[in-house]
């Protein structure tokens, strides 16, 4: 068993160290912009744990392909919104992701910043807020920005979590990339749930606000109309 372990350790380090990774790596990254099932964020973390625990693949080089990917991938998502919307394939009807195409568009108008920045953190939630943005009209170069901040930032995230596996496995390459994808599915269904609860407090805030002002409305349109009843008696 410990022969077989050593071999595949050695096959996977030797196939991280070749050429092809990084368009491997590339097209994950990219397809995972407009296709969730693809899991860019394990292939990214997986290579960063290898290249620190084994110095292969090129850690700088991994962060570099895997923020372009998701940068192109993000864009050509909301390119998919503007162009077919968020209904115009199969996949789009399951109900969790219409669940998350209904949340995106009522976010985006709220704040589309903050959503795009946070969303892409989230792999079903980063297609559904950049095609519905694509496809609710907000304006291309604020979202080219927006999602260039959020590529580079998703991939040092990606990279850092690999890294720390990576360290803390540094002669175990095989475990350190399976640490690593750990972390990270665990890192992103707690960002995913913390996100939704300050989005829902948020919601209530503004519902609670909205309810005062009307409130407050309705008092003052009291006042008026018995202000008119009594200029009426006199």
Partial sequence: MQAFMDALNVFVIDAAAQWWVYPVLLVCCFVDGFFPPIPSESVVVALAALAVSSGAPNLWLVGLVAAAGAIAGDNVAFLIGRKVGTRGFRWMQRPRVLSAFAWARKELDRRGALLI?????????????????????FNQRKFVFFSVIAGISWSAYSIAIGALAGQWFHDHSLIAAGIAIVLALLLGVLVDHGLKLAYRRRARKARRAAEAAAAERAQAGEVRGDAREDASAA
């Fill in 117 to 137: 920045l946070s969303a892409r953190y989230i792999p079903v939630g980063r297609v559904a807020v950049n095609m519905t943005a694509g496809a609710t009209g």
